[in-house]
């Protein structure tokens, strides 16, 4: 384990919180730590930097007695719990299995989550290749634990493991990933106790499985039938090829996923009848059988991402579809199929990146009810007016384009309120006064643009971006989720521009 290390705290200007403690004038600048109540060391102890990371937590100072004594024990410091077998202070260390099982026992009981990673590239540490190593580790924790993820660890966990699963009788999620043992269904008939289960994920190492044809999976385990709970099914094998029709015993399915079953045959009828099912996903699957044979649903959202689909409306008969990803699919010179097949499913969300189309077809203004359009990476110069008609778009993707400037069509969109032109390396500012280009979405709140690296802007383009940064106030930003509101008067708005990692302020009049 990381070595421990000692420190000392001092807290200044705290008040005193214990019942009965009495602290003089002379003392109200410098309080004890004895007089704070557990549940305020242990905010302390969360809000401290080395703190940020649960898997780092056990090199945080030990300050005094009493503090370590708090650590030791149960408490909500220890909910989520991740064992990064390749995450280690130094190369050297090695990760001792009777040292980590005598950590959790003394704090199992408070354990929700547990995280293993990365034990196949780990070749010190202690724990047994047998799969039998992790037993008294899930007997610390099966009071409580929530959550349990596997990735990249078939040393430790294999078949054998399956027997000790049902000591987690709390167990809500089950997730198994990059798993490169050939698992029996035999193996899943232990799962059937945990009633608990909704989520459960068993995902094959993709790379291992094309070259190897060694998979993780050889049919559908049909015990997962008793789990009668589970809302979210992800399966992702080449030896998966059929759904049997006992799928829809699961009454309670929201999100089904099967990503990465190259070998898949048609979907089974009976799937549209689980009412609840509202996300499905097909990515990486080779042919349109599975497509054709996607009737009669009722989703929230499907995606068919690099799905092998070259023709745009293959199947989909009769269904209604609110988020449809179709990205990475070479549809080519077929696009006028999107509008005579798509039509009908009342889509808001539609993706369609690098999908080899040079153009959109004239009558997309048929997706009157569209919110969300990617079309990113596909190489288009230019886009049809009767895009414009998109009344509702809120939000669109054009990076990657060969725009020499903007399209008309996307100039006309007044609901527009995020915009991208990442990579547009042929795009320039046709406007000296930027200030009235951006002004021309009444919306608009979050635009994005920067050309990759070597390519520049115009100098006309650069002039008016130098306008443009007169009149903004930089700021940086940490992640790329930002929230944005009316600020200011009604008449007044602000805009983030996001350029090279850096987002600027502009409040325009309109």
């Known amino acids: 384990m990381p070595p421990r290390r000692s420190g000392r705290l001092k807290l200044v200007e705290a008040p005193c919180l214990a019942s009965k403690a009495e602290v003089s004038d002379s003392n109200k600048k410098r309080v004890s730590i004895n007089c704070l109540p557990d549940a305020l060391l242990l905010q302390v102890l969360a809000s401290t930097e080395p703190c940020q990371a649960a898997e780092r937590r056990e090199v945080l100072p ?31 260390q090695r990760l001792l299995r009777s040292a980590i099982q005598g950590w959790m026992k003394a704090r199992g009981s408070s354990i929700k989550s547990l995280t293993l990673k990365n034990s196949s590239a780990d070749t010190t540490h202690s724990f047994a290749h047998n799969g039998r190593s992790l037993g008294d580790m899930f007997k610390a924790v099966a009071g409580g634990l929530q959550s349990l993820e596997v990735d990249n660890c078939n040393d430790i966990f294999t078949q054998s493991t399956f027997e000790d699963l049902p000591m987690l009788t709390q167990l809500k999620k089950l997730h198994i990933s990059n798993c490169r043992k050939g698992l029996l269904s035999s193996s899943f008939d232990c799962l059937r106790s945990l009633s608990n289960l909704q989520d459960l994920k068993i995902a094959g190492d993709t790379d291992y499985e094309n070259v190897l044809t060694l998979n993780c999976l050889s049919s ?3 015990a997962l039938f008793r789990l009668t709970n589970l809302t979210s099914l992800s399966l992702s094998s080449r030896g998966l090829t059929d759904i049997p029709s006992g799928i829809s015993t699961l009454t309670q399915l929201q999100k089904l996923t099967l990503d990465g079953c190259n070998n898949l045959k048609p979907l089974p009828a009976l799937l549209c009848s689980i009412k609840s099912l509202q996300e499905l996903s097909l990515t990486d699957i080779a042919g349109s059988l599975v497509v054709d044979s996607i009737r009669n649903f009722t989703l929230e959202k499907l995606s068919l991402r690099k799905s092998g689909v070259h023709v745009l409306g293959v199947g989909l008969t009769n269904c209604t579809i609110k988020q449809l990803d179709v990205s990475h699919n070479a549809f080519a010179g077929n696009a006028p199929g999107l509008i005579d ?3 009908h499913l009342g889509l808001e969300v539609l993706n369609l990146n690098s999908c080899a189309l040079d153009t959109l077809p004239a009558g997309i203004n048929a997706f009157t009810a569209l919110k969300v359009l990617d079309l990113g990476y596909n190489g288009m110069v230019d886009l049809p007016d009767s895009m414009s008609s998109l009344t509702h778009l809120e939000c669109l993707n054009l990076q990657g384009n060969c725009f020499p400037i903007l399209p008309q069509a996307v100039q006309k969109l007044k609901s527009l309120c995020c915009l991208s032109l990442v990579a547009c390396n042929y795009l320039e500012i046709p406007c000296w006064d930027a200030v009235a280009f951006f002004a021309k979405w009444p919306r608009l709140r979050t635009i994005w643009m920067w050309k990759t690296d070597g390519v520049e802007y115009q100098n006309y383009s650069k002039a008016a971006l130098q306008q443009l940064k007169t009149k903004l106030k930089r700021k940086r930003t940490r992640d790329s989720t930002l929230c944005y509101e009316m600020q200011g008067a009604p008449d007044m708005r602000n805009i983030e521009l996001i350029m090279h990692g850096l987002t600027s302020s502009l409040t325009l009049s309109t």
């Open 220 to 222: 559908f385990p049909t």
């Open 341 to 343: 097949k798509y039509q």
């Open 62 to 92: 030990l300050v005094c007695k009493r503090w370590n004594l708090l650590l030791q024990a149960p408490s909500a410091l220890w909910e989520s719990l991740v064992l990064d077998f390749c995450r280690k202070d130094a190369p050297h």
